[in-house]
T-cell receptor
């Protein structure tokens, strides 16, 4: 089992609709969760971070965290063509006495006009 | 505020040649990361520094890869000798402690 799992996609969503991206993780003790957006040929850029159960909203983006289910999601409202990118989920996981941020393999999102 | 700076942006070498990548993190960020990213995959950690100390290098192939972060600021990642399978994008990131990471533009390495 991968430590951080994402559906690779591509996920195709019509412009103006809600895009829902999902991520599951293996370490129940994880405390920090991040969503990065990566355009083709570019480096990842942070969209959202979330640390507590529930929802966190920032503009058109909402991150949702459910630690009991080991599940974190990203909702993009009013999807725009510029949202077409790969979305990476990252989780701060515990390893012995240290911790490490593990990235999923990403979900490719395509917004069709 | 300047972001993470990496150079070169692109590098093409023949196998068995050495190559080095340089990274300058965001000012004040004590944690520096080197990642490898293959096409269609997420970044994979090679090494993490806290100040000048390498605190996690468990995924660094030490037979051919080396890294240093002298004075706890700039860092260099070296591969010697390079193999065909080393072709990838090498990303540097920095953060204040183990928190939000900011990535540099990356170095795309092609080994022929």
């Amino acid at each position: 089992q991968k430590e951080v799992e994402q559906n690779s996609g591509p996920l195709s969503v019509p412009e103006g609709a809600i895009a829902s991206l999902n991520c599951t993780y293996s370490d129940r003790g994880s405390q920090s969760f991040f969503w990065y957006r990566q355009y083709s040929g570019k480096s990842p850029e942070l969209i959202m971070s979330i640390y507590s159960n529930g929802d966190k909203e920032d503009g058109r983006f909402t991150a949702q965290l459910n630690k009991a289910s080991q599940y974190v999601s990203l909702l993009i409202r009013d999807s725009q063509p510029s949202d077409s990118a790969t979305y990476l989920c990252a989780v701060n996981m515990r390893y012995s006495s240290a911790s490490k941020i593990i990235f999923g393999s990403g979900t490719r999102l395509s917004i069709r006009p | 505020e300047a972001g993470v700076v990496q150079s070169p942006r692109y590098k093409i070498i023949e196998k068995k040649q050495p190559v080095a990548f340089w990274c300058n993190p965001i000012s004040g960020h004590n944690t520096l990361y080197w990642y490898l990213q293959n096409l269609g995959q997420g970044p994979e950690l090679l090494i993490r520094y806290e100040n000048e100390e390498a605190v996690d290098d468990s995924q660094l192939p030490k037979d051919r890869f080396s890294a240093e972060r002298l004075k706890g600021v700039d860092s260099t990642l070296k591969i010697q000798p390079a193999e065909l399978g080393d072709s990838a994008v090498y990303l540097c990131a920095s953060s204040y402690s183990l928190d939000t990471q900011y990535f540099g533009p990356g170095t795309r390495l092609t080994v022929l």
